[in-house]
């Protein structure tokens, strides 16, 4: 790893009560000491760290801010590095100053993640760990930040590192009785080693499990309002966001494009759209909306089918059902402050789960927010169970699975112990490379890349 000094602003580029710029590496204290002068006329250089320093920002011989300076060191700090933070006051344009003071005084624009990935590099987190520090900065919700922190704190790797271990103690019997067929070594059993296999390849299963339900908490689900026009679609997107997100009247069509965003319904992430309403027209302009909502449709991962409850289902509504396929689905009887003349049955058929609600009076919402938990099985998540931070880290586990029904076949079929211990090895490469003892210099570079800079 390179010994370079590198430095950048670990605050949001807004206006705030401080502005941080973190400055890690070899010379971090001596860059961070021409530029930050405490006023007890220490030398940050001398520090045994562990300290804050109150002092001034000078830059081209003039006093830009007054700030606080920590300074750790290494091996004792977030990289495993020497390292000095400047806290000055949080304007971005004094905090640019500040940064640009630092880099002028010898410090390298660190790069995305280039923080957290000296962490990685010097020992003080493993790669799964890393990963799931940017999920603890995006979790909007309680159980996404919780689940962050366990992978954070390191469950998921001592789950992972567990599983390895099982199948290299069957790869290290096969290995002594192979290559040492005179010593008095146990031949370890067809049975034990499926034991193992078996039992390791259902706990990866269940990871993944937990990963897909919990998705939703983690990333968000790809989520699409359809229906007929003026059954209250746009209603309804304005009462998910809380603000007037689409225009609504009464007159059929109003909405002609895809309106998309991004909303938390309890603890769920919603990457929402509401589309044009889906019907026949001869209208060119409604057309390009139908078109658009069809393939906004195609790509959805939960579906929010809209039914006027106050009227009969009609052929579009059935329409609408049959292009809903097999996805997961709600269907929203909406308008329930009008008397019913929806035939409630036919919808609820086709459908996971029915809601009745009003978008006029948020009558329901409770409900559907209750039923998209269930649809999405968030209500199984546990966060404090061992989770994937990334869909990099599912492929490897996948991946391992694979390796391992390879391992069982062998063994069912009466295959070499050797045509075992191949897929054995390659099942515990798949998991090294998901905590990253065994990653390529690429992996971590691209795992890395998806950071911000700061971080």
Request: one cysteine or more.
């Amino acid at each position: 790893m390179s010994n370079s000094t590198v430095a950048a602003v670990s605050t949001p580029n807004a206006p705030g009560g401080i502005g941080i710029i973190r400055i890690s590496g070899e010379d971090a204290l001596a860059v961070a000491g021409r530029v930050f002068f405490p006023v007890s006329g220490e030398t940050l250089a001398d520090s045994r760290g562990y300290r804050a320093y109150f002092g001034d920002v000078i830059y081209n011989g003039s006093k830009i801010d007054e700030a606080v300076c920590l300074v750790y060191r290494a091996p004792h700090s977030y990289t495993g590095e020497d390292t000095a933070e400047i806290n000055c006051h949080g304007g971005l344009f004094v905090t640019k100053q500040v940064l640009r003071a630092v880099l002028d005084a010898g410090a390298q624009p660190a790069g995305p993640g280039e923080f957290t990935k000296r962490a990685f590099l010097n020992g003080k987190m493993d790669l799964a760990s890393s990963e799931s520090v940017m999920n603890l900065i995006g979790a909007s919700g309680k159980q996404a930040a919780a689940a962050a922190l366990n992978t954070l704190e390191g469950n998921l790797s001592r789950k992972i590192r567990a599983c390895c271990d099982r199948i290299i103690g069957v790869c290290a019997s096969l290995a002594a009785w192979v290559d040492y067929p005179d010593e008095d070594i146990e031949e370890i059993g067809n049975g034990e080693m499926l034991s193992v296999f078996e039992s390791v390849r259902a706990e990866l299963k269940e990871i993944i499990n937990r990963f897909d339900c919990g998705r939703a908490l983690t990333e968000g689900v790809d989520t699409v309002i359809v229906g007929k026009p003026n059954v209250g679609k746009s209603a309804i997107m304005n009462l998910l966001t809380g603000f007037q997100r689409s225009i609504v009247t009464d007159i059929a069509g109003t909405t002609r494009d895809v309106v998309e965003e991004k909303i938390t319904v309890g603890d769920i992430i919603l990457r929402i759209a509401d589309t044009a309403g889906i019907r026949e027209t001869e209208n060119t302009v409604e057309n390009i909306g139908v078109s658009l909502a069809r393939k906004r449709l195609d790509r959805a991962e939960l579906v929010l089918a809209v039914f006027d409850g106050s009227s009969p289902v009609s052929d579009e509504d059935r329409e609408i059902i049959k292009e809903c396929g097999d996805r997961k689905k709600i269907a929203l009887l909406n308008k329930s402050d009008l008397p019913r003349r929806a035939d409630i049955d036919e919808i609820e058929k086709s459908f996971d789960r029915t809601v009745v609600l009003s978008a006029m009076t948020g009558e329901g919402i409770d409900e559907l927010e209750k039923a998209i938990s269930e649809v999405l099985m968030t209500d199984e998540f546990d966060p404090s169970a061992a989770c994937l931070a990334g869909e990099r880290q599912r492929a490897c586990c996948v991946k391992a699975i694979g390796h391992l029904d390879g391992c069982i076949d062998a063994l069912n079929s009466g295959m070499t112990p050797d045509a075992v211990n191949v897929c054995a090895d390659c099942a515990v490469d798949a998991l090294l490379e998901l905590t990253g003892e065994k990653a390529t210099a690429a992996v971590v570079d691209e795992v890395f890349s998806r950071f911000c800079v700061g971080k």
